[in-house]
Each structure stands twice: as structure tokens, then as C-alpha cells.
């Protein structure tokens, strides 16, 4: 008599609710795991677009500074074009653009993994000055 009040007093889950959890956490998993990654796609974008809008603030005032200073605009330009430089983690790089004299062009890299999955075309900017 003791022995069946020990087995009917037990608890735990059964397995059809097991089975539902399990479901559960599939269906979420199914839907969280592509909206994070899309989320983490969209923030390296988005800190590349900061960075080539941080490079680009840095020619204009460039630019500028030589304008005020005196300079003639090719000596202007030559000043708001510079070596590498560094923008957080990234590495910006300034062209003259072949096509346009008074434009400069400004391309974004960054360490593996910060510019993955981001679209080509959000890693370069063009700034024309004048």
C-alpha cells in the first residue's frame, strides 16, 4: 500500500508537455535568430555610415581651415585630402575623384568581422567641395 502512495504523489512533466515545449522554443528560435542577425547586419551598416559621415565632416572642416587660412582651393583640396585615418575602428581613406577635381572620394574598411555583411556600396562616399 505504501509503495503505489509513493508512485501516484510523484511529480513531473509529461511527455506531450515536453513535446510543446520544445515546439515552443523552435518557433521562437525560428524567428528570433534571423531578426538578429538582421539586426546586427544593420548596425555594422549603420556604424560604417557614421564613420564615412565622421570622415566626411573632417574633409569639409579640413577644407575649410585651409580656405580661411589663406590657400588657394587646389591647396585646399590637397589639405582636405589626407593619409589614412583611423574613425573608431575603422580606417578612412581619402581620394581625388578622377572625374571631378573639386570632389574627393571616401572609402571605409574596417578589422574582419566589422565590415561583414555590410553592402558594398555603404563603404565609400563621395564629398564634393565648392
Known amino acids: 500500500m505504501e509503495r503505489k502512495s509513493i508512485i501516484r504523489n510523484q511529480k513531473g512533466f509529461t511527455l506531450i508537455e515536453i513535446i510543446a515545449t520544445l515546439i515552443i522554443l523552435g518557433v521562437l528560435s525560428a524567428v528570433a535568430v534571423p ?26 572642416i579640413n577644407f ?47 578589422p574582419a568581422g566589422l565590415t561583414t555583411n555590410v553592402p558594398t556600396a555603404s563603404l565609400t562616399k563621395t564629398v564634393t567641395l565648392l
Open 35 to 60: 531578426r538578429y542577425l538582421d539586426m546586427v547586419t544593420n548596425s555594422r551598416t549603420q556604424a560604417v555610415q557614421g564613420a564615412l559621415g565622421a570622415a566626411a565632416s573632417n574633409v569639409s
Open 64 to 110: 575649410a581651415n585651409s580656405i580661411l587660412a589663406g590657400g588657394t582651393v587646389a591647396a585646399a583640396l590637397t589639405a582636405a585630402v589626407g593619409s589614412n585615418v583611423t574613425v573608431g575602428d575603422y580606417t578612412v581613406t581619402y581620394v581625388t575623384n578622377l572625374t571631378d577635381s573639386n570632389a574627393i572620394d571616401i572609402t571605409v574598411t574596417g
